[in-house]
């Protein structure tokens, strides 16, 4: 059993940066994958970012060259820097982590308003 906690979420401006992090409870250098993905009210839960155990990133269409996927294997942890946040960024963000089963984290709300 995988436990993921997300921490980081919050209000931001548009146009500001949040770092979301995901503290896993086992070793993710042994997972397949760790990714976030996001769901807004009344829409679907869609992929944001993930990187693979060797360090291959992909990233949603909408989010290429403001958000950076990293990963702390000595800390167990996946970030998620987002910068240059927009309106619609706004949702709530899922860790996931790809270890046979998929896990999640309970989510963290960020809301991009003025």
């Known amino acids: 059993q995988v436990q993921l906690v997300e921490s980081g979420g919050g209000l931001v401006q548009p146009g500001g940066s949040l770092r979301l992090s995901c503290a896993a409870s086992?070793?993710?250098?042994?997972?397949?994958?760790m990714g976030w993905y996001r769901q807004a009210p009344g829409k679907e839960r869609t992929l944001v970012a993930r990187t693979t155990r060797i360090g291959i990133a992909n990233y949603a269409d909408s989010v290429k060259g403001r958000f950076t996927i990293s990963r702390d294997n000595t800390k167990n942890t996946v970030y998620l820097q987002m910068n240059s946040l927009k309106p619609e960024d706004t949702a709530v963000y899922y860790c996931?982590?790809?270890?046979?089963?998929?896990?999640w984290g309970q989510g963290t709300q960020v809301t991009v308003s003025s």
């Open positions: 086992g070793s993710i250098f042994s997972f397949s994958a």
């Open positions: 996931n982590a790809e270890a046979g089963l998929d896990y």
